[in-house]
């Protein structure tokens, strides 16, 4: 499967903002980035792993979780095979580690993701 790489995490101060990166490389033959659904996820200390926004650029879907609606907005580049999720006001609950997937279902968000990047720290001081 792919391979994703997630980067742009850091340290903001509340009401700041933030954009997060995503790369993918090593389509399979035949495979290119409009095949494939891209989506973020973040996860808290103690929480359980949220999905919060997704993009399938070929069919222009596009969904994001009521917690980031309104305040994050995710985009693609085709060119340079990248996802990326501008995140604006943010809150201190934003704090997470933040990952992205890759899917091949034509479904925004997928039933399954079977590719993930290593995640990238996200930290919202109040």
């Known amino acids: 499967e792919v391979q994703l790489q997630a980067s742009g995490g850091g340290l903001v101060q509340a009401g700041g903002s933030l954009t997060l990166s995503c790369t993918i490389s090593?389509?399979?033959?035949?495979?290119?980035?409009?095949?494939?659904?891209i989506g973020w996820f973040r996860q808290a200390p103690g929480k359980e792993r949220e999905g919060i926004s997704c993009?399938?650029?070929?069919?222009?879907?596009?969904y994001y979780a009521d917690s980031v609606k309104g305040r994050f907005t995710i985009s693609t580049d085709g060119a340079k095979n990248a996802v990326y999720l501008q995140m604006n006001s943010l809150k201190p609950e934003d704090t997470a580690v933040y990952y992205c997937?890759?899917?091949?279902?034509?479904?925004?968000?997928?039933?399954?993701?079977?590719?993930w990047g290593q995640g990238t720290q996200v930290t919202v001081s109040s």
């Open positions: 997937a890759a899917a091949i279902e034509r479904l925004c968000p997928p039933h399954f993701y079977s590719s």
């Open positions: 993009i399938r650029r070929s069919e222009r879907m596009m």
């Open positions: 090593g389509y399979p033959t035949g495979r290119s980035f409009d095949d494939y659904a």
